[in-house]
């Protein structure tokens, strides 16, 4: 069982900044692929960020591309969502989410929702413009 508990969510002005964590229970956080996702009001939940277990490969969705940052400490199990020049349209509610398949190899990016098997309660990111 894997819990995850995120945090940093918070109301910023366009152009701003915020960094989100995620921590993780469970020894073998450092064999999980992570991901960050995020659901609007009215939206589907879309896809943001991933990173492989390793921390070496990481991929964007273009929206977020050059103004966010996935990254992580498995030495705290915890992976972080840097995210700068923030927009209006950024605002969400953000989700992290890990990939505990033992299939997944250590340079692998997960980007597909319905592979992730744990997530957490998810945080709140407001941008007024």
């Known amino acids: 069982q894997v819990q995850l508990v995120e945090s940093g969510g918070g109301l910023v002005q366009a152009g701003g900044s915020l960094r989100l964590s995620c921590a993780a229970s469970?020894?073998?956080?450092?064999?999980?692929?992570m991901g960050w996702f995020r659901q609007a009001p009215g939206k589907e939940r879309e896809f943001v960020a991933a990173?492989?277990?390793?921390?070496?490969?990481?991929y964007y969705t273009d929206s977020v591309k050059g103004r966010f940052t996935i990254s992580r400490d498995n030495a705290k199990n915890t992976v972080y969502l840097q995210m700068n020049s923030l927009k209006p349209e950024d605002t969400a509610v953000y989700y992290c989410?890990?990939?505990?398949?033992?299939?997944?190899?250590?340079?692998?990016?997960?980007?597909?929702?319905?592979?992730?098997?744990?997530w957490g309660q998810g945080t709140q990111v407001t941008v007024s413009s």
């Open positions: 989410a890990a990939d505990t398949d033992s299939a997944t190899t250590h340079t692998m990016v997960i980007v597909t929702l319905h592979q992730y098997d744990y």
């Open positions: 469970g020894r073998t956080f450092s064999s999980y692929a």
């Open positions: 990173i492989s277990w390793s921390g070496g490969n990481t």
